[in-house]
C-alpha cells in the first residue's frame, strides 16, 4: 500500500536526487512536502489448457504491463492529498483482456485525510475519496496484487490508531473497472461497508476482528440468481514467536439472498516454523481451508460462502478454483538459496465441501455447477516459484503451476485436460 509509506525522515538527510523525490519541501519549516513514487511491472504468461480445456484456445501466450505514478502531499501534521494514477495493459491474449488483465488509464487513489483529533500515541483521521483497501491475510478484503488490474473503492473511512490498537471503520462503493481510458464506474449505493480492527498484545498475540457487510445485486450461486445482502462476523488469532508461527481465522455468515437466508462460514489454519540455524533457512509450512457450502437446494437457505473481495493467488498464484464450497490442504515450503533468492515450493488438493454445490472463481463468482457429479475431488495444484532482488528497486519472480484434475472436473468437462501456467515478471519500483 503505497499510501502507508512516510518519508519524513529524509527532511533532514543528505540532499540527492532520490531524496528530493521523496521528500520534497513546500516550506521553509518543511512541515509541508510532497513525496513521488511509481511502479513499472513486466509480465510474460503461458497458459496450457485453461479452465481445464473448457475455453478455446488450449494455449495463450501474451504480455501484462502496469504503471502507476504517486503524489504525496502532506499540508502540515493534519492535512494531506494522495493521488495515483494506474495504467494496466494486455498484448497479444488470443481471445481478449480478461478483467483482471486491462485498465487502460484510471485514477487508483485520490483522497483527502483530515486529523481530526491527534494525542499521542492515539489518533483520529478522516478519509475521503478514492482508495486502495487491504485488510488482515487478505482473505476477504484485498487489493489484488497478483492480477495486472489492482481494487480500489470510493467512500469514507474513519481511522482510529493508537499504539497497540489500529480501527477503521468505512462505508464503500465499488467501482465497475472497465479496459478503456478513464470510464470506470462507480456504483450508485452503498455496497460495501464495515470495522476492521488490529489489537496487537505484545509477546502473547496478535488478534484481528471484523465486521463487514456487503449488498449485491443479481448474485450468482447455483442456489440461483438473487439479491444478497450479507454480514460477515470474524476474528484472526496470529503471531511469530522463535521460528513457530501460526495464523488462525474464522468468520461466520448471515443475511439475505432474495427470500432465502443465508448462513455460511469458513475457517482456516495455517502454521510454520523457520529453521533459522540451517543452511538456506528452509520453512516447513501446513494451511487448511475449510468453507461452506450449499447443502441443499431450495431449502430456503443458502450456505455458499462470499469471499467478498478476496486474494486471488491464496490457493496458487493462478489459482483456478476460489474460496468457496471448499476444502484445501495446502503443504509449502520455503529455501532461501542466496541472500537476494527465495524459492517456494506449494502443494495444493481441493475438494468440495457440498457436493450439491459447484465450483467457483477466485472472485468467488459462480464457475461450475455441482449438483449432478456425485465426485468430491477437484484437483491438485504443484506449484514452484522464485523471487529475486537486485536492490530494493528491482525485483525478478517467475512460477510454474501443474494442476491435475480430479474425478470432479473430469465428470463434469467432457476430455477434461490437465492445466499449466507459467510466468515471468520484473519489476521496478521507487
Not at 478455446?56 to 504480455?63: A, E, R, T, V
Not at 532461501?336 to 465441501?353: E, G, H, K, S, T
Not at 537486485?390 to 485436460?417: E, L, R
Request: hydrophobic share 35%; with cysteine; proline share 4%.
Amino acid at each position: 500500500m503505497r499510501y502507508d509509506e512516510n518519508y519524513e525522515y529524509l527532511k533532514d538527510s543528505v540532499h540527492n536526487f532520490y531524496n528530493a523525490v521523496k521528500f520534497l519541501p513546500l516550506s521553509k519549516n518543511k512541515k509541508m512536502y510532497v513525496s513521488f513514487g511509481g511502479e513499472a511491472r513486466l509480465e510474460y504468461v503461458s497458459l496450457y489448457n485453461e479452465s481445464w480445456g473448457k475455453i478455446s484456445p488450449l494455449h495463450n501466450n501474451f504480455l501484462l504491463q502496469r504503471y502507476d505514478f504517486y503524489g504525496d502531499i502532506h499540508l502540515g501534521s493534519r492535512f494531506r492529498v494522495f493521488a495515483q494514477l494506474r495504467s494496466a495493459l494486455q498484448n497479444g491474449r488470443k481471445n481478449g483482456p480478461r478483467p483482471i488483465d486491462e485498465d487502460k488509464l484510471n485514477v487508483q487513489n485520490l483522497f483527502v485525510d483530515a486529523v481530526v483529533w491527534n494525542k499521542a500515541p492515539r489518533s483520529l483521521t478522516l478519509r475521503i475519496g478514492k482508495q486502495e483497501m487491504d485488510y488482515g491475510s487478505s482473505r476477504l478484503i484485498s487489493v489484488r496484487e497478483g492480477p495486472n488490474v489492482r481494487l480500489y473503492f470510493t467512500g469514507a473511512k474513519a481511522i482510529y490508531a493508537s499504539s497497540k490498537l489500529y480501527t477503521d471503520v468505512f462505508v464503500m462503493k465499488a467501482d465497475t473497472i472497465k479496459p478503456g481510458v478513464f470510464d470506470n464506474k462507480t456504483s450508485k449505493n452503498i455496497n460495501l461497508w464495515g470495522v476492521y480492527s488490529s489489537w496487537m498484545v505484545p509477546k502473547i498475540v496478535n488478534l484481528d476482528f471484523f465486521y463487514i457487510g456487503i449488498y449485491r445485486g443479481n448474485a450468482v450461486f447455483e442456489e440461483g440468481i438473487d439479491d444478497e445482502r450479507r454480514h460477515t462476523i470474524g476474528a484472526r488469532f496470529f503471531k511469530y514467536v522463535g521460528g513457530f508461527t501460526y495464523d488462525v481465522e474464522g468468520s461466520y455468515q448471515f443475511g439475505k439472498f432474495g427470500n432465502d437466508n443465508i448462513r455460511a462460514w469458513a475457517a482456516s489454519v495455517n502454521i510454520g516454523y523457520q529453521f533459522k540455524n540451517v543452511k538456506f533457512k528452509p520453512t516447513i509450512n501446513l494451511r487448511s481451508d475449510c468453507i461452506s457450502g450449499d447443502r441443499h437446494k431450495g431449502d430456503g437457505q443458502l450456505e455458499s460462502f462470499n469471499p467478498i473481495y478476496p486474494k486471488g493467488g491464496y490457493f496458487g498464484f493462478n489459482p483456478q478454483i476460489g474460496p468457496v464450497n471448499l476444502l484445501a490442504l495446502h503443504p509449502y515450503a520455503t529455501f532461501l538459496f542466496l541472500p537476494n533468492l527465495l524459492f517456494q515450493a506449494d502443494i495444493v488438493m481441493n475438494w468440495r465441501y457440498s457436493l450439491q454445490d459447484g465450483v467457483y472463481r477466485p472472485s468467488g463468482t459462480f464457475n461450475l455447477a455441482g449438483s449432478s457429479s456425485s465426485s468430491r475431488h477437484i484437483g491438485t495444484a504443484f506449484l514452484a516459484s522464485t523471487l529475486y532482488s537486485f536492490n530494493p528497486f528491482i525485483s525478478v519472480t517467475t512460477g510454474i503451476q501443474y494442476f491435475k484434475t480430479g474425478s470432479f472436473i473430469q465428470n463434469i468437462i467432457p476430455h477434461a485436460k490437465d492445466g499449466i501456467f507459467f510466468n515471468a515478471r520484473i519489476k521496478f519500483m521507487f
